[in-house]
């Protein structure tokens, strides 16, 4: 048993949460078998970026925020594959358990929260036909459309001037321009979600018959 398993169990007998598919999913051995996109874009949908701290009627959640990174790979030259897209799709896919936890209290937790995060989307990897672990170049991408979605997110719902991004974020992307972004209510927010994701679905499966 792993130094992370000990330190869990101590602090957490149970550690597994029952999800409305019915499924178990455990948060020290996490099961691809256990993991249900319904479940996931049910989670996504009613979490919030910014910790809720956002303008308008309905917080902008974490399934929006995912779809808006997938837009911004899209417009990337070359074009990633359908596969590449998935990663992005689901690469905060793991906050369906955890929520999406700000970048301080991150750093407060540590290595603890890190592990079972990486568990988690390995588990939502194998899962959906992709790599436990992607290779450094692909998180790369996926990080750069990341943190230009996060730029447009802090300047236009979280009340960040562009001029902080850099100092107070950490953040170098600069806002997407010429794109308006609206919370949408979360039954909606996972509607939109699923429809995307069943999208690249039939995409990668597509690009495995050329």
């Known amino acids: 048993m792993t130094d992370t398993n000990r330190l869990l169990q101590k602090h957490a007998p149970r550690t597994w949460q029952r999800m409305l598919s019915g499924r178990r999913l455990n948060l020290l051995e996490p099961s691809p078998v256990d993991v249900e996109i319904e ?3 049910l989670g996504l ?7 809720g701290q956002t303008i308008g009627e309905h917080a902008w959640s974490i399934a929006q925020h995912s779809d808006l990174v997938v837009d911004i790979m899209r417009g990337f030259s070359p074009a990633p594959p359908p596969w590449v897209l998935m990663a992005g799709k689901l690469h905060d896919a793991s906050e369906y358990v955890t929520h999406d936890l700000i970048t301080p209290l991150k750093a407060v937790v540590g290595d603890v929260f890190r592990e079972v995060e990486a568990r988690l989307t390995a588990a939502v990897h194998i899962r959906f036909g992709l790599p436990a672990r992607l290779d450094p170049k692909i998180k790369q991408q996926i990080k750069k459309a990341d943190q230009i979605a996060a730029a447009t997110e802090a300047v236009q719902l979280a009340g960040f001037t562009e001029a902080e991004l850099k100092p107070i974020l950490g953040i170098k992307a600069k806002p997407l321009e010429g794109v308006t972004l609206v919370p949408l209510p979360s039954d909606q927010a996972r509607r939109v979600f ?8 039939a995409e990668m499966a597509a690009a495995r018959r050329t």
């Open 45 to 51: 949908a009613r979490n919030t970026r910014w910790n």
């Open 39 to 41: 479940d996931i874009a």
């Open 194 to 201: 699923l429809e995307g994701f069943h999208a690249l679905e």
